[in-house]
Nanobody
Framework: VQLQASGGGLVQPGGSLRLSCAAS????????IGWFRQAPGREREGVAC????????YYADSVKGRFSVSRDNAKNTVYLQMNSLKPEDTAVYYC?????????????????WGQGTQVTVSS
């Protein structure tokens, strides 16, 4: 099982980025995928989740209305579209395979983790 997040970078406040999570070694369509972030000195936060096929999603209150998840199972890729970015969104972002096919209403549950990608929001 491997996951690799990419697409991070430096963006100005109010800008947008789209992160990608490339999955391999398992059937993406059978699992939910969670997005997490960790800023220096802060605990890791689960920010979003994309279910395998039953339609459930999860967004942390801190990103609700600004971030959205989508997936292309045929390409084994999950996306995190981040709009209206704020300096407090600065963090290393990770994707992780969830433990099951649906998104918990309490947040994503990481099972297998990929390497993260740095997102910096600054003017």
């Amino acid at each position: 099982v491997q996951l690799q997040a990419s697409g991070g970078g430096l963006v100005q406040p109010g800008g947008s980025l789209r992160l990608s999570c490339a999955a391999s070694g398992f059937t993406l369509g059978y699992y939910a995928i969670g997005w997490f972030r960790q800023a220096p000195g802060r605990e890791r936060e689960g920010v979003a989740c994309s279910s395998s096929s039953e339609g459930s999603t999860y967004y942390a209150d801190s990103v609700k209305g600004r971030f959205s998840v989508s997936r292309d199972n045929a390409k084994n890729t999950v996306y995190l579209q981040m709009n209206s970015l704020k300096p407090e969104d600065t963090a290393v972002y990770y994707c992780a395979r969830d433990k099951t096919y649906y998104c918990s209403p309490y947040g994503p549950r990481g099972d297998y983790w990929g390497q993260g990608t740095q997102v910096t929001v600054s003017s």
